[in-house]
């Protein structure tokens, strides 16, 4: 399995930008893909976004698709996601998560998570 920390939350306003990093630990991280996902008080976790273990094929949520950005650097360990154009509603605890290979939309079909990191975007 791999172990997975997310950083770069933060309160910012709308119209910003934050950049999310997922540093990865364990011996399979070249080879998992990646999805970011995101759970808002009272809501149900969502998919944001995902990539493929080489980082060839990319998926988003049709709600960020413009403004989010995945990516990855297996030399780092390292799974990144810039948020740009930033809304309220964005406003989310957000997570990583890894399983083999090809990224799906689906949390249950992911068998690692990071603890989550805290995204404000005040109005």
């Known amino acids: 399995q791999v172990q997975l920390v997310e950083s770069g939350g933060g309160l910012v306003q709308a119209g910003g930008s934050l950049r999310l990093s997922c540093a990865a630990s364990?011996?399979?991280?070249?080879?998992?893909?990646m999805g970011w996902f995101r759970q808002a008080p009272g809501k149900e976790r969502e998919f944001v976004a995902g990539?493929?273990?080489?980082?060839?094929?990319?998926y988003y949520d049709d709600s960020v698709k413009g403004r989010f950005t995945i990516s990855r650097d297996n030399a780092k360990n390292t799974v990144y996601l810039q948020m740009n154009s930033l809304k309220p509603e964005d406003t989310a605890v957000y997570y990583c998560?890894?399983?083999?290979?090809?990224?799906?939309?689906?949390?249950?079909?992911?068998?690692?998570w990071g603890q989550g990191t805290q995204v404000t975007v005040s109005s």
């Open positions: 364990g011996r399979t991280f070249s080879s998992s893909a």
């Open positions: 998560a890894s399983r083999k290979y090809t990224p799906t939309r689906h949390s249950d079909e992911y068998d690692s």
């Open positions: 990539i493929s273990w080489r980082g060839s094929i990319t």
